[in-house]
């Protein structure tokens, strides 16, 4: 069983890959690519525009992004250790932000900074 929180976005489209590696740069996660669409991924192949589902690794654990219709959801284990939680935290912020994304939360939906504020996420650098 995992745990996992959904970003929806008011187009209904979903940021690119890019577009989410940048934001994911600006916390710090240092990450590579490990599967797309359940296949494994080379280390320097990028995901093609239609990509379901990415795996990606952290010296922390793995972490799994499911796209949908307008929505991105971020899995990790639900045995996950702290470490690993707080990158799926900023991960949650990278998808969001990258598109301008609301993240459904207990309290309902958040923004990314609103999000970034509850986590106590600190940003390297600003857009």
Same mark, same amino acid.
């Given at each position: 069983?995992?745990?996992?929180? !959904?970003?929806?976005?008011?187009?209904?489209?979903?940021?690119?890959?890019?577009?989410?590696?940048? !934001?994911?740069?600006?916390?710090?996660? #240092?990450?590579?690519?490990?599967?797309?669409?359940?296949?494994?991924?080379?280390? %320097? *192949?990028?995901?093609?525009?239609? @990509? #379901?589902?990415?795996?990606?690794?952290?010296?922390?654990?793995?972490?799994? /992004?499911?796209?949908?219709?307008?929505?991105?959801?971020?899995?990790?284990?639900? $045995? +996950?250790?702290?470490?690993?939680?707080? %990158? @799926?935290? !900023?991960? /949650? @912020?990278?998808? &969001?932000? +990258?598109? $301008?994304?609301? /993240? *459904?939360?207990? *309290?309902?939906?958040?923004?990314?900074?609103?999000? &970034?504020?509850?986590?106590?996420? &600190?940003?390297?650098? #600003?857009?």
């Amino acid at each position: 069983m995992g745990l996992e929180r !959904k970003v929806t976005y008011p187009a209904h489209t979903t940021p690119r890959w890019d577009a989410i590696q940048t !934001k994911l740069s600006h916390v710090g996660i #240092s990450f590579s690519l490990r599967m797309i669409d359940g296949l494994p991924a080379f280390p %320097d *192949e990028l995901p093609g525009e239609s @990509w #379901s589902e990415l795996r990606l690794a952290t010296c922390e654990g793995m972490m799994t /992004i499911r796209r949908d219709t307008g929505q991105l959801t971020c899995v990790i284990w639900g $045995n +996950a250790g702290p470490d690993l939680e707080a %990158d @799926w935290h !900023k991960l /949650i @912020w990278a998808c &969001s932000a +990258a598109g $301008n994304g609301q /993240i *459904e939360t207990s *309290e309902g939906l958040v923004s990314s900074e609103q999000y &970034s504020r509850s986590m106590g996420l &600190s940003l390297e650098q #600003s857009d």
